[in-house]
């Protein structure tokens, strides 16, 4: 079994961590492989697209060819896990600030985002949030983060804060404004890897 976390730019090692973490709390092994080239995403059987600069990670996905073996992935029916940036990514559409800064997406979901939804990195906060896999509260870190304005009929959504969705999944896709890889609490990547296992 191997677990691949796009390594462009963002929160890889802390991703890295945390599924190591998960994984060792169920007892299950796996390798976990960082991705800054062609080739090794085919080798996959689940993937994650952490935060970053999402303008800058997309079209370094798409330079180094990875962008088509994630949409290749997507239709293998391979859980494929977007957070923050990674949620921006995984889009059918942007608002009016992706179309201007000319945002590469992924566009495996049938979602619109809105790539500021929440203001700048000073408008960082935590919150608790009620996940209907989870059986209590779970303290949400959202940095800079984007949310998703307009859901297709096949997105599920799983979480809100106000009008915006800021977790929601669609198949084997899990989209998430916010930062499960920056708390101890595992249990948002247990439920990603209940999607594997």
């Known amino acids: 079994m191997r677990i691949g976390v796009i390594a462009i730019q963002g929160d890889v090692s802390e991703h890295v961590d945390a599924l190591a973490r998960a994984l060792e709390e169920r007892g299950r092994p796996a390798d976990i492989v960082t991705i800054?080239?062609?080739?090794?995403?085919?080798?996959c059987d689940a993937l994650v697209l952490p935060g970053g600069e999402s303008t800058t990670l997309g079209?370094?996905?798409?330079?180094?060819?990875?962008?088509?073996?994630?949409?290749?992935?997507?239709r293998s029916g391979k859980p494929i896990m977007g957070t923050c940036?990674?949620?921006?990514l995984l889009a059918s559409e942007g608002d009016e600030q992706v179309r201007k800064t000319h945002q590469h997406l992924l566009g495996i979901m049938d979602t619109?985002?809105?790539r500021n939804a929440f203001g700048r990195q000073r408008e960082s906060f935590e919150t608790e949030l009620g996940l209907p896999f989870l059986d209590s509260p779970y303290n949400a870190v959202f940095i800079r983060a984007p949310g998703?304005?307009?859901?297709?009929?096949?997105v599920k959504v799983l979480?809100?804060?106000d009008d915006m969705v800021v977790?929601?999944?669609q198949?084997?896709?899990?989209?998430?404004?916010f930062h499960p890889e920056l708390t101890r609490d595992s249990r948002v990547h247990q439920y990603f890897l209940d999607k594997l296992f």
């Open 112 to 114: 619109k985002v809105n």
């Open 85 to 88: 940036a990674g949620l921006i």
């Open 171 to 177: 198949g084997n896709l899990l989209a998430l404004a």
């Open 159 to 161: 979480a809100r804060i």
């Open 36 to 43: 800054k080239h062609k080739g090794i995403v085919p080798q």
């Open 59 to 74: 079209r370094l996905l798409i330079r180094e060819g990875i962008a088509d073996e994630i949409r290749q992935m997507h």
């Open 167 to 169: 977790a929601a999944e």
């Open 148 to 154: 998703i304005v307009e859901c297709g009929d096949g």
